[in-house]
């Protein structure tokens, strides 16, 4: 019989094979669409054809051909959760030539998709992503017939440029949830083959080979999945009905497929490798459930070490990720005061090559209008070290970059409790708490000015505001950072005049950053509705729902870093199960005899436990030095700052410390009660 942690294991992975699908589905059909098509990019328009020539074409196009064309366009009001498909129909039977009336198949509710008839479409200058849900001969011959009528500079993808599988090479929770669950997948099959060495020795008794063993077990798992197994998958299609209806379903099923299979791999070429383990031994010691010491213990401790780190990562992760849920939950009434403020979001599908002028000319001369005449809030994010000196460490302080419209909405307290009133004129505001940054920022505030707007830089004032203030943002986000942060802790902030200093690539840049906000968005609305603004802009979202649609994003990350966190603290607990395994099984008669003589329990496993303690010094040393090389390399600003946030490289010494601890204490705790079995049953029975 199959050791019962063997037959839970392949259960279990169809069951998280299952729920990485899940997620894995989702979080792409709110990146793409999921059906398969080509893909041409239309990023460049001569103006010879008008919109109803374009539209003539498209549907000319689907009608010849057969095949069905759309136009993805993001929401205007709510880009996060919202985007349209405009579409021309292909043949009867062709593939989305029915989304019109049946709808598009969406699979999750996070993200709704509109169909409309390509004829519907209003935009005068249609640049964007068209879908062509045809072969690559197709979409090459589409792309032909725009160019053909202006749209001549179009780039062609051929086939979606987005596949599920890239959301498992850029590094992230995914992929950290894969790598953990063949870690599980490896080590607990493993240690129920290693659990289960008695019975096998039996089998080895009574003649039965390696292959044979093998071939008995992989039939055991075939019935295992014949059985529970289609239970469990029962289970599944049972709760996508109730979810979607079995809505993509079929991508579904092709995706879960591939990770099981590869998570099935994993065990199964675990199972074999710790087969052949088992098998290793002579029959006597077998039937013993000795293990060859060396062979076994090597192959735990390579997974226990990588355990160890992804617990030490995942964990930093988890207590972070809690503390963004937390604070963007208590932010969200700052954001509800905010109203109906809304901020724009710039069109990708524009040559800048060719629209730099237009882009930089009239959005950034529009925008500079509405911020003089107070119609707009600037609240950028900029990273410190831009206003410091060249070659100065990176501070630890954040900077907002506002205008005066701003300090009428939002307060900013100065030294000795009266609140910063608008001055028209640039200001640089620099907590007491700050003061010894205070000669630096004047240093490079100059510089920085000229790189943004005016040169000569104009004069500006220094000023102290109050310590221990926490600064409203709007929402705006940080170049580099992968959330945006709902308020700032001390931060510099550089007040500049309304529609004064900044130059058109910064109000573009700031634009394109969320850090210009329309406190009425009636103003925007009128302009973005008519050209030339309404090519080169497609959102204006209000802040309180992209703050939710924040929210909820957080609440996701945070669930599946929980997972990840489960499945790895499952993983080391396995390992350390294993590992007291291989020892007690391969010394259980020099334990029992030791014991015998009056021999200590930290005597008898000194080894063992000097190993454990060796490698729990290691551990705490690697993170204290991981942690002193990352910060090093985030104080050099020349330096991109990448991977885990200062927040969580700092947690990571105390976490390494409580991880080997635990560890340790695991390790004693689980030898301590295999000790007690050798004792009690005796050498030859352990």
């Not at 894969?178 to 599980?184: E, R, T």
């Not at 000669?439 to 505001?465: H, K």
């Not at 709007?474 to 529609?499: A, E, F, I, T």
């Not at 390399?633 to 409580?658: C, F, I, K, M």
């Amino acid at each position: 019989m199959l050791h019962r942690s063997v037959t839970f294991t392949h259960v279990a992975l169809l069951l998280v094979a299952a729920f990485l699908g899940f997620v894995t589905v989702r979080t792409y059909e709110e990146m793409a669409i999921t059906v398969p098509s080509g893909v041409v990019w239309v990023n460049s328009n001569t103006g010879e054809a008008d919109l109803p020539t374009i539209v003539d074409t498209v549907e000319r196009f689907a009608r010849d051909t057969g095949v069905s064309v759309a136009l993805h366009t993001p929401d205007l009001y709510d880009p996060g959760n919202m985007r349209h498909l405009y579409l021309a129909p292909g043949a009867e039977g062709a593939l989305a030539a029915d989304w019109l009336t049946a709808g598009y198949p969406s699979f999750g509710h996070t993200m709704r998709t509109d169909v409309h008839p390509f004829a519907d479409l209003e935009q005068p200058d249609p640049r964007g992503f068209y879908l062509v849900f045809g072969t690559a001969a197709d979409t090459e011959r589409f792309e032909r017939e725009l160019a053909g009528i202006g749209l001549r500079e179009v780039s062609s993808v051929g086939a979606q440029d987005l596949n599920w599988t890239d959301l498992y090479r850029y590094g992230g929770d995914l992929d950290t949830a894969l790598v953990i669950l063949l870690l599980f997948a490896v080590t607990v099959t493993a240690s129920g083959v290693l659990l289960n060495a008695r019975s096998y020795g039996v089998l080895r008794l009574q003649g039965h080979s390696y292959a044979g063993i093998l071939g008995r077990d992989l039939a055991q798992l075939a019935r295992l999945h014949l059985g529970p197994g289609l239970g469990a998958a029962a289970l599944v299609l049972l709760a996508l009905y109730v979810y979607n209806r079995w809505s993509q379903l079929t991508l579904f099923a092709a995706i879960s497929g591939q990770l099981l299979a590869l998570l099935l791999g994993a065990a199964l070429a675990s199972h074999a490798f710790a087969l052949a383990m088992v098998h290793a031994t002579d029959i006597p010691a077998a039937l013993k459930g000795r293990l060859p010491a060396r062979l076994a213990g090597a192959g735990a401790y390579l997974v226990r070490v990588p355990a160890l780190v992804f617990v030490l990562v995942v964990i930093g992760h988890v207590v972070v990720s809690a503390q963004n849920v937390r604070a963007q939950a208590e932010s969200l009434d700052s954001y509800a005061e905010a109203g109906q403020a809304s901020r724009l979001s710039l069109t990708g599908s524009v040559d800048l090559t060719d629209d730099r002028e237009d882009m930089q000319g009239l959005v950034a001369g529009w925008l500079r209008q509405a911020d003089a005449e107070g119609q707009l809030v600037l609240t950028a994010r900029e990273r410190a070290e831009n206003l410091l000196p060249v070659g100065t460490p990176r501070p630890d302080y954040d900077v907002l970059v506002v205008n005066d419209t701003y300090l009428d909405q939002q307060e900013v307290i100065a030294v000795g409790g009266d609140r910063v009133q608008p001055e028209a004129r640039v200001r640089l505001l620099v907590p007491e708490n700050r003061a010894g940054e205070r000669d630096a920022l004047v240093a490079g505030f100059g510089p920085w000015l000229e790189f943004v707007g005016e040169e000569p830089a104009p004069e500006f004032r220094v000023e102290t505001t109050e310590a221990g203030q926490r600064v409203f943002t709007y929402g705006s986000q940080q170049p580099g950072d992968d959330h945006s942060r709902s308020h700032l802790d001390d931060p510099v902030v550089v007040v500049l005049p309304n529609g004064g200093v900044l130059d058109d690539h910064s109000y573009v840049s700031y634009a394109t950053g969320a850090g210009l906000v329309f406190p009425d968005p009636g103003v925007a609305e009128a302009s973005i509705a008519r050209p030339p603004f309404s090519t080169y802009v497609n959102g204006l979202q209000m802040v309180v729902t992209s703050a939710a649609d924040l929210q909820t994003q957080l609440v996701r990350d945070l669930r599946l870093q929980t997972f990840n966190l489960s499945a790895a603290t499952v993983v080391l607990l396995m390992t350390a199960v294993s590992v007291c395994v291989i020892h007690v099984r391969t010394r259980a008669q020099t334990i029992f005899a030791r014991h015998l003589a009056g021999w200590g329990f930290l005597a008898v496993h000194r080894r063992l436990l000097a190993v454990e303690g060796a490698l729990a010094v290691l551990f705490v040393g690697w993170a204290v030095w991981r942690t002193r090389v990352e910060l090093a390399w985030r104080a050099d600003p020349a330096n991109p700052v990448t991977g885990e946030s200062v927040a969580a490289l700092g947690y990571q010494p105390l976490l390494a410390v409580a991880i080997a601890a635990s560890g340790l204490l695991l390790v004693t705790v689980t030898l301590a009660g295999f000790h007690r079995r050798v004792v009690r049953e005796g050498a030859s029975q352990a």
